[in-house]
């Protein structure tokens, strides 16, 4: 990415953000106009809030509805007509392929990328008794939690985060699993009795990131909005992305990434599961930053190689 000079760009008059208007989402489109307004004093910096079709559809799991895209869908489409200079997005909720016609422009600081373990009763999964139902939609969390504590039953849980907490409130759950970094940034992180260590569960690829959207004919942007790019940040979810995209991922296949720097270094872990957790995969790779993208790559190669395959061709069986 490319940093700019002061006097390389004209500071735009005015910049209109894009964002889903659940309470975390518009957490993040308030954090970006923040940022911008600092940087750019004189500039008109608006939220446009829109529904998304991921935010109507409440009661189906989203894989089976589609994935990811549905989220993002609105947000690109005020893009496209020029209602929206930019769309803010969590990068997990970014397709790893982009549609035709827009690019990322920056990857927003990385907050905590683990997943919590929520509940009023107990205070770890491992406290857990046998038959305790946990709360998930994600085919990430479910399998893993299958694998390593199969004596727990997961249901479905879908709807904003303020949704899934009323639902464990309600006690239909004995516990839910969320990401930290949406209760954390919500000021909910009282609700989170555990964090779950990355060898328990492999975070989501981009869990934890923000990313910035733009229309690709509007390359002016790039400038403006590269002061907004975390490099470390960026590069570890460009390699997680790396590894999805080459295993096709979305959220209808149970896999994740997360990638930490160090120095120059990268280190990555992936893994492919089935929906049961019978079957597991896991991987790592180290590399240098500047090849995020084929380390990626490396990662699902040696998945495939382990027979990465022969999972996901099941998975399709399913569908
Ligand atoms: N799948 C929905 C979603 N997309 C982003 C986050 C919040 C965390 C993040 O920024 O990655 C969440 C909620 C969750 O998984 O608990």
Redesign the pocket.
Known sequence: MNTPSPTSFQTPSKLVIASRESP?AMWQALHIQSRLQALYPSTIVEILGMTTTGDQILDTP?AKVGGKGL?VKELETALEDGRADLAVH????VPMNLPEGFMMAATGER?D?RDAFVSNDFNSLEDLPEGSIVGTS?LRRQSQLQARLPHLKIESLRGN?QT?LRKLDEGQYAAI???A??LI?LGLSARIRNVISPELSIP?V?????GIEINANRPDLLAVLAPLNHPDTQVCVEAERAMSRALAGS?TVPLGAYATCKGEEISITGFVASVDGKQMLIETANGNRNQADALGKALANQLLAKGANDILSALDGHK
């Open positions: 975390l989203l989220f969590s990068m997990k909720d907050e990328p994600s985060l899934r699993i969320l990401a970094a949406g940034r989501a981009g869990q934890g990131a923000l959220c």
